[in-house]
């Protein structure tokens, strides 16, 4: 079993969609990130979190570390929202431990 | 606007030569990683590095050894290519060694034929 699961794997959503994409984890972290993967290859940092709830935009991430979850939430989906969402988690030193990754399509 | 940057997008190389995927930030930042990523497995780490001239092995050493003469660059080196190293490789640096953001290069495709 993977340290990280990440679900959906896949997620298709029409524009204008909420969408909900969910992070479990099974080692104690530091802090939790979700990065966003563009076709071509390069990732942007979304969000760290440590605990809580962080919003930026039409984004929101929320950490539960009883229950070792995260969600990353988006609100009125856009097609430009298309990527690949990854769920990370900070053990030591900055090292991370990665999810699959979840491919979103947002169709017009 | 932070850079983290990498020398190749695409790169074809041959079996059996020595690779040099090289990685230079513009942040200042002290940590720094190789990553591979591959479809199925995700992101795994290969090297990283606390500082110049540390090294440490990250999940997937074999095969690699890394160079960080430069707090500013790290090298990831492939001395014997093979095709079971084709595969997207990404750097990424830090600024202090935990609860910090990090920040990605581009990737380097890399295709051992």
């Known amino acids: 079993k993977n340290e990280v699961e990440q679900s959906p794997q896949n997620l298709t959503a029409q524009e204008g969609e909420f969408i909900t994409i969910n992070c479990s984890y099974s080692?104690?972290?530091?802090?939790l990130h979700w990065l966003q993967q563009h076709p071509g290859g390069g990732i942007v940092s979304l969000f760290m979190?440590?605990?809580g709830k962080k919003k930026h935009g039409r984004l929101i991430a929320t950490i539960n570390i009883q229950e070792k979850h995260s969600s990353l939430h988006i609100t009125a989906s856009h097609p430009r929202d298309s990527a690949v969402y990854i769920c990370?988690?900070?053990?030591?030193?900055?090292?991370?431990?990665f999810g699959e990754g979840t491919q979103l399509t947002v169709n017009p | 606007d932070v850079k983290v940057t990498q020398s190749s997008r695409y790169l074809v190389k041959r079996t059996g030569e020595k690779v040099f995927l090289e990685c230079v930030q513009d942040?200042?930042?002290?940590?720094m990683f190789w990553y591979r990523q591959d479809p199925g497995l995700g992101l795994r780490l290969i090297y990283f590095?606390?500082?110049?001239?540390?090294?440490e092995k990250g999940d997937i050493p074999e095969g690699y050894s890394v160079s960080r003469e430069k707090k500013e660059r790290f090298s990831l080196i492939l001395e014997s290519a093979s095709t079971n190293q084709t595969s997207m490789y990404l750097c990424?640096?830090?600024?202090?060694?935990?609860?910090?953001?990090?920040?990605f290069g581009q990737g380097t495709r890399l295709t051992v034929v």
């Open positions: 990424a640096s830090t600024r202090d060694r935990g609860g910090t953001e990090a920040f």
């Open positions: 080692v104690g972290i530091s802090a």
């Open positions: 979190l440590s605990s």
């Open positions: 990370a988690v900070e053990t030591s030193g900055s090292r991370l431990t």
């Open positions: 942040m200042d930042h002290e940590n």
């Open positions: 590095s606390y500082d110049v001239k540390m090294k």
